[in-house]
């Protein structure tokens, strides 16, 4: 059975830094691509980040670049995002996502059930 677990979200005030992390388990992790998807209430899910399988491609959502950065363990099975500079319009549901082939939309085969970050202006 494939889960994704996602932790380190939060609240933070605006300016401030949070680091999401997902555990992958029960899939072959270095096969799959992995990214962090969003969603704000009454919004459509945003594909935020996403890395290829051997982390030498990344595409971020222009609302991310210069401030989140998307990494992989594939030791460890893991997928962070570091999130900087943070502002009240990144509140969402953080979602962990893999899927065997790169996606440029907020579609995968895998999801995990997402960790809340709250930012305080």
């Known amino acids: 059975q494939v889960r994704l677990l996602e932790s380190g979200g939060g609240l933070v005030q605006a300016g401030g830094s949070l680091r999401l992390s997902c555990t992958a388990s029960?899939?072959?992790?270095?096969?799959?691509?992995v990214g962090w998807v969003r969603q704000i209430p009454g919004n459509e899910r945003e594909l935020v980040a996403v890395?290829?399988?051997?982390?030498?491609?990344?595409h971020y959502a222009e609302s991310a670049k210069g401030r989140f950065t998307i990494s992989r363990d594939n030791v460890s099975n893991r997928v962070y995002l570091q999130m900087n500079n943070l502002e009240p319009e990144d509140t969402a549901l953080y979602y962990c996502?893999?899927?065997?082939?790169?996606?440029?939309?907020?579609?995968?085969?895998?999801w995990g059930q997402g960790t809340r970050v709250t930012v305080s202006s």
């Open positions: 029960g899939l072959t992790f270095s096969t799959f691509a």
């Open positions: 996502a893999a899927d065997p082939i790169l996606p440029t939309l907020p579609r995968f085969q895998y």
């Open positions: 890395m290829s399988r051997s982390g030498a491609i990344t």
